[in-house]
């Protein structure tokens, strides 16, 4: 399977760069950063650390697009939209990591999936999308007495909050108890708040340092407190997760998937 890496200057594009190389069924076939980026011209392989492999960082994604047969995606909001267009002309596998997309975003994303598979996570590690089942479960067997509260921390240089992670399990501690996360998410708390609603589910967000991702579900009863919690220790994990997205995608017909799918979860 022939993979363009788009924002393949940044550090999960030069990751990803390092697991389509290494990975048996799946050749680079493109890399692609913003139009100005330093990057451009150089060698995809020294760019990720690897040896050369004669293929060099562009900024036109239409010429890397019509070579490949799917593209893995961790950029921005805006930028991911324009990709998903491009998919979709092309009929492409397109997997998505960005997080911080707005609805209207995910609008735009479903209208491209009738014409490319998109497959498309908050996260796409194993252990998070394991997690995220184990908090569906939990929350579906546990009544409203006990309260729901999300912990997450990353790196001070995260821009969007609470974290893609953080709403991913947030919508499946709301799936399990058949509510709206949109109707029970309280995302910031500042002064005089009153007591904790009940049947809410809250969300803590810190940043710092170098933390590539932390993540704990508490579930909080009378007198007992159940802890789901997944740390992430390398940002492989992503990239790896993200590849086999994209394999499992291609041969699926064209269509919005997520980890799940992926996964058989």
């Known amino acids: 399977m022939r993979l363009v890496v788009v924002g393949a200057s940044g550090r999960m594009g030069r990751m990803l760069i390092q697991t389509v190389v290494g990975t048996e069924g799946c050749t680079l ?41 799917g593209v893995l995606d961790f950029t921005a909001p805006a930028t991911t939209v324009f990709y998903a267009e491009l998919a979709a002309q092309a009929r492409l596998v397109h997997v998505v990591g960005t997080t911080g997309l707005s609805a209207d975003d995910l ?17 796409m590690s194993l252990g998070v999308n394991l997690l995220a089942g184990l908090v569906r479960k939990v929350a579906a067997t546990l009544g409203e007495e006990f309260d729901i509260e999300i912990l997450e921390m990353h790196h001070r240089h995260k821009v969007d909050a609470p974290s893609g992670t953080a709403l991913l399990l947030g919508k499946a501690a709301a799936e399990g108890r058949a509510v709206a996360l949109a109707e029970r998410k309280v995302a910031v708390r500042d002064g005089h708040t009153g007591a904790r609603v009940p049947g809410t589910i809250g969300f803590a967000t810190l940043r710092g340092g170098s933390v590539v991702g932390e993540h704990s579900v508490i579930f909080a009863g009378a007198g007992e407190r159940i802890e789901l919690t997944h740390r992430a220790e ?27 799918d992926v996964l058989g979860l």
């Open 29 to 69: 076939a493109g890399a692609v950063a913003r139009e100005g980026s330093a990057a451009i011209g150089e060698d995809a392989g020294v760019l990720a650390g690897l040896p050369p492999l004669g293929l060099a960082v562009t900024d036109d994604p239409l010429r890397a697009f019509a070579e490949a047969d």
């Open 107 to 123: 609008k735009k994303l479903d209208a491209a999936s009738r014409h490319a598979r998109i497959v498309r996570s908050g996260n």
């Open 234 to 260: 390398d940002r492989g994990i992503f990239a790896r997760g993200a590849v086999r997205a994209a394999l499992w995608a291609f041969p699926q017909k064209p269509g919005l998937y997520d980890m799940d």
